[in-house]
């Protein structure tokens, strides 16, 4: 029999220290996932939304046609637009799919780096990754985008546009707010008990 027990081979325990940063780390984990989650859920709906009503105008109204007929404050039309927003840009549809890639590649990089932790950025982010890439689809596939709703005092428009203006509307009010919190500064400490 030898003097010398074999070395052990099981792994040592890790310090209690390091389980509880494990620990706590995995729920963070957690919560990161399902806000990036719901950013990619607002931007896949949006997309959606936008790809499935442009089908419906194409295959229900023909190019220039609109509904309903007379002077209605809205209409739904069949619009194309081989432009950027408010018709700029026409024809160059090279320059708008690679600054469309550009943006959504931008959106994405902004919302992981670093981690957007305030919800209504995330939604405002997720709105306008859907709109970008809903409209970059219709540049790639057909070299213009299917626009359909109508106000008679503004330029026709579809949901990806919406999505991006309302986004943008929400990211510019998001950091106002905040600009107007910062030059109020930290209340009094009179205030902070009424």
């Known amino acids: 029999m030898s003097e010398h027990a074999p070395p052990d081979t099981a792994p040592l325990p890790s310090p209690a220290g390091e389980r509880e940063a494990t620990i706590e780390e995995r729920p963070a984990e957690t919560s990161r996932l399902r806000r990036s989650a719901g950013f990619f859920l607002i931007a896949a709906t949006v997309l959606a939304l936008d790809q499935a009503t442009k089908a419906i105008i194409r295959a229900t109204l023909s190019p220039g046609e609109s509904w309903p007929d007379g002077d209605w404050l809205l209409n739904i039309v069949h619009v194309t637009n081989s432009g950027a927003a408010f018709g700029i840009l026409q024809g160059q549809t090279v320059f708008l799919i690679i600054t469309s890639i550009l943006g959504v590649a ?48 503004f330029p026709a428009f579809n949901v990806a546009d919406a999505s991006i203006t309302v986004g943008v509307v929400a990211i510019i009010g998001f950091f106002l707010a905040l600009e107007t919190d910062r030059m109020r500064g930290p209340p009094e400490a009179g205030e902070a008990s009424d």
Request: proline content about 4%; charged content about 15%.
């Open 106 to 153: 931008a959106i994405v990089f902004y919302y992981v780096s670093p981690p957007l932790e305030h919800g209504l950025l995330r939604v405002a982010l997720g709105l306008q990754l859907g709109g970008a890439a809903g409209n970059m689809i219709d540049r790639i596939r057909m070299g213009e985008v299917t626009d359909f709703v109508n106000f008679e005092f």
